[in-house]
């Protein structure tokens, strides 16, 4: 698979520290994708589940030692932490290895339009004004991941495609569609007031891009559910990009090839699914 080269790159709420953090995925991802600037918009290690119970595998490591090596090489990482990662709130314009740490940012794109970046759970009132119940929360979505992961591994066995049973269960409670809905509209009125033409954001781990109200909302998803990324292009515009359904898709074709299975479709790698806009 070769190297693509963009010129930003965002990613958002990985997890590490997460049995359900989809490391192998990124790994992949990390060693095909190059951009002269990667954003990490939050919730890139997991602290709350850390703190419940140690888990770091070796893979962990290796995202953090591939973050370290691209940072000595000269892309610029700069890490804007979410409330998973708060620790490191207290740190702003602080640097470890090479990555610098931020609570939001101005981002310019290629073309002169400007983004806010931010990791956006301070525009969620049950992060913010209730943390017990955002605990309970974090618990019941716990247990969606397990159910997701068994789901997982039975589709994989049967060759069919990535699917996730968490972020579906999700999009079919009102409640969170309206979340979803209202969260998108407070974070485009906090781009306004900071007279930007866009915002970029994470937290809610639902990837999209659309205008909103003359805002440009970018939400970069995550990397527990959906294996989701943000890529600037060198003429400014941005692309989403769904790496599970590529690995995915990629996977299968090669399982069906070492059965020996007639396949009528091309040996090249699958078309990467995508989102563009101007």
Known sequence: MDTKHYRTLFISDVHLGSKAAKVDFLLEFLRVHEAETIILVGDIVDGWRLKRSWYWPQDCNDVVQKLLRKARKG????????????????????????????????HETADGKRYLVLHGDEFDVVVRNARLLAY??????????????????????????????????????????????????VVAEEA?????????????????????????????G???????????????????????ERIGAVK??????????????????AEVTTTEAA
Not at 77 to 104: C, K, M, Q, T
Not at 198 to 208: E, K, L, R, S, T
């Open 75 to 106: 892309t610029r990482i700069v890490y804007i932490p979410g409330n998973h990662d708060e620790f490191l709130r207290g740190f702003p314009g602080s640097h470890f290895g090479g990555i610098e740490v931020a609570e939001r940012m101005i």
């Open 136 to 185: 309970l929360g974090d618990w019941a979505y716990d247990t969606a991941i397990v159910i997701n992961i068994g789901l997982a591994a039975i589709r994989r066995r049967l060759g069919m495609p990535y699917w996730s049973f968490s972020a579906w269960a999700k999009l079919q409670v009102k409640q969170a569609v309206n979340f979803i809905g209202e969260f998108q509209k």
């Open 192 to 220: 306004r007031r900071n007279h930007v033409d866009g915002v970029i954001c994470g937290h809610i781990h639902h990837a999209v891009m659309e205008d909103i109200d003359g805002i440009h909302y970018i939400n970069t």
């Open 222 to 244: 995550d990397w527990v559910e959906s294996c989701t990324a943000i890529v600037e292009h060198h003429d400014g515009h941005f692309e989403l990009i769904s790496w599970g």
């Open 252 to 269: 299968r074709d090669l399982k069906a090839i070492s059965r020996d299975v007639p396949l009528a479709i091309s040996m090249e790698p």
